[in-house]
C-alpha cells in the first residue's frame, strides 16, 4: 500500500511494456520481411481450365519466364521474370527482352539457360513476335511453352 495524494492506494498494475516491444520487434519482422518477397505476380487469363502454368516436376528447375499481358490500361506489357520492360518500338522491346534474359541466366551454366513464355490468351502474335525475337536474340539455349494439354 502506498500513499498517492492522501489515498491509500494498491499498485499492482499488469506491465504491458514488454508485450508492447514483442508486438513492434514482430510488426517490424514481417515488414522487412515482405518487402524482400518479389514474385512476378501479373494477371495473365491462362485458357479454360488451367491453375498454373508451370507443372510440380520442373518447378525445381530454375527457368527465366518471359511474360506477353495486357496491363490496365489495356496496353501490351513484356516482362521477364518480375521486371516490365518499358514499350518504346518494336525493334528495342526486343533487344531489352533479350538484355534482360542475358542479365537473369548469366550464372547459369549454358545447358541449363531455359526461357518459359507466358502469353496471354487475348494476344494476338503479332504483338508476341517480339517476345520470340527476344528470346532468339539472347543466350537461352532452350525455350518452353506456357501451353494447354
Known amino acids: 500500500m502506498f500513499r498517492i495524494f492522501g489515498h491509500q492506494t494498491d499498485i499492482s498494475r499488469f506491465n504491458m511494456t514488454p508485450i508492447i516491444d514483442i508486438v513492434f520487434l514482430l510488426i517490424i519482422f514481417f515488414m522487412l520481411v515482405c518487402q524482400f518477397i518479389v514474385a512476378e505476380n501479373f494477371e495473365v487469363a491462362v485458357p479454360d481450365d488451367i491453375s498454373s502454368a508451370q507443372s510440380a516436376a ?6 527465366t519466364t518471359v511474360t506477353v499481358m495486357f496491363t490496365e490500361d489495356d496496353v ?8 516490365i520492360i518499358a514499350e518504346d518500338s518494336g525493334e528495342d522491346i526486343s533487344y531489352a527482352i533479350a538484355d534482360e534474359i ?3 541466366l548469366q550464372h547459369l551454366p549454358r545447358e541449363r539457360r531455359a526461357v518459359c513464355l507466358r502469353i496471354d490468351k487475348d ?3 503479332q504483338l508476341s513476335q517480339y517476345a520470340l525475337a527476344g528470346i532468339s536474340q ?3 539455349t532452350d525455350m518452353k511453352l506456357a501451353v494447354t494439354k
Do not use: K, L, R
Open 58 to 63: 520442373s518447378a525445381d528447375e530454375q527457368i
Open 76 to 83: 501490351v506489357a513484356y516482362a521477364v521474370g518480375s521486371e
Open 102 to 104: 542475358n542479365t537473369q
Open 123 to 125: 494476344i494476338c502474335f
Open 138 to 140: 539472347s543466350t537461352a
